[in-house]
């Protein structure tokens, strides 16, 4: 049996053993309310162009009211399984959400075509691109709506995918955007169509560059006057006075 003594003494250490536990506890809890917090390298969120498609899917055509304020319907986009589409300004390519001034965009963009299912998109058959703004002269008051841009007919398929572009025809010279002041935001959209036949008749630079008969164009007439169906692909980025 432990004797008075012995037992006092062990009390006094687990005493002092429990203080020195408490204390421990406390620095602990002070050198985490007093320390700054670890931060990990800051790496801003990139996206490599190659993984960013210009072609929009439906539900960002009618996010963006190109439908219905181009077009009636989303049915005829191709969802990018039949080709893929890019459309480049020096390297910058047009996709979803892309908001560019009126000096980058100044120049004819670089277009890039390639079919993957050559049964639904077949070589010696066509494309055509179409550049135009809905929002002239403004998103508000659209009473020149489309803005003509670009018409980029003719662009053959090859019996490898690629699509050639060496006997285009440019029958609409290439403007870029020049939203006028106070407009706000324009939006400026690629409208691509599939044909069987190669569009004639179509008069070379028939659109110049101050033609006023730009005002007031339809993308979705305009295909239909040359039997064409509506778009197979979209592209669109948005524009300000500068």
């Known amino acids: 049996m432990l004797s008075l003594c012995h037992m006092e003494m062990l009390s006094k250490k687990v005493c002092s053993s429990s203080a020195l536990h408490k204390n421990s506890i406390t620095r602990t809890i002070q050198q985490l309310a007093f320390s700054k917090p670890h931060q990990q390298p800051f790496h801003p969120f990139t996206t490599s ?71 639904k998109y077949q ?10 703004d809905p929002d002239a002269p403004s998103r508000r008051d659209p009473k020149c709506r489309e803005w003509l841009h670009w018409i ?5 398929i090859n019996n490898d995918g690629s699509v050639s572009m060496k006997e285009v025809s440019n029958v609409a010279d290439y403007m870029g955007s020049a939203p006028p002041k106070g407009t706000g935001y324009h939006r400026y959209v690629f409208s691509l169509f599939y044909h069987v036949g190669k569009l004639v008749h179509l008069k070379e630079h028939h659109w110049g560059p101050s033609n006023e008969s730009r005002a007031c164009f339809l993308a979705s007439q305009f295909a239909k006057n040359h039997h064409m169906h509506d778009p197979v692909a979209i592209g669109c980025f948005e524009a300000s006075h500068e």
Do not use: C, R, W
């Open 123 to 132: 070589p010696g058959h066509f494309f055509t691109l179409i550049m135009s």
């Open 152 to 156: 980029k007919a003719n662009m053959k």
């Open 49 to 119: 162009t190659s993984q960013v498609s210009t072609m929009l899917t439906p539900q960002q055509v009618q996010d963006l009211e190109i439908v219905p304020n181009m077009f009636p319907s989303v049915d005829s986009i191709d969802q990018g399984d039949g080709f893929s589409m890019e459309i480049l300004y020096n390297n910058e390519k047009v996709s979803y959400g892309s908001k560019m001034t009126p000096s980058q965009v100044k120049h004819e963009p670089t277009v890039h075509i390639t079919v993957k299912d050559l049964n």
